[in-house]
């Protein structure tokens, strides 16, 4: 089906200068890049992003590698996308993700793991909903 994922290229991978290199992986797998911003974000934002893990004894540390850059966020859209974007990325965490996946070629640490995408349709949903409005998102 038709869908659409949200991708978040964290710090550490901004700052390797790979943003181009990750959006032609993207688009090499049949992904769009239908929205996209690069920002930086504020404890707040990054606290309420990842909301879910607040009781989770790395969320506090998650929550400062998130604000310690910009970050890149953008809406994939295409076939099947909130899958196919995992399956790009590789396991979060770099030492168990798969060679030729973004987070084995420029993830460091589980923490400095490159890039964020949603896991499910769903999640997608409210995730897209956090950083954009419908008016950004450009479907083609
Ligand atoms: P992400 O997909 O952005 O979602 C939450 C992030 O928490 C995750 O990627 C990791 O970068 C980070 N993290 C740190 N430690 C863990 C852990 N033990 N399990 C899951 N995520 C972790």
New binding site residues.
Partial sequence: ALERTLS?I?PDAVAKNVIGEIYARFEKAGLKVVAAKQKQLSRQEAEGF?AV?KE???FK??VE?MISGPVMIQVLEGDNAVLKHRELMGA??PKEAAPGTIRADFADS????A???S?AAETAKVEIAYFFAETEVHSR
Avoid at 110 to 113: G, Q, S
């Fill in positions: 978040i964290k990842y893990h989770r004894p790395f540390a998650l590698f979060t965490n589980i923490d400095a793991n890039v964020h995408g896991d």
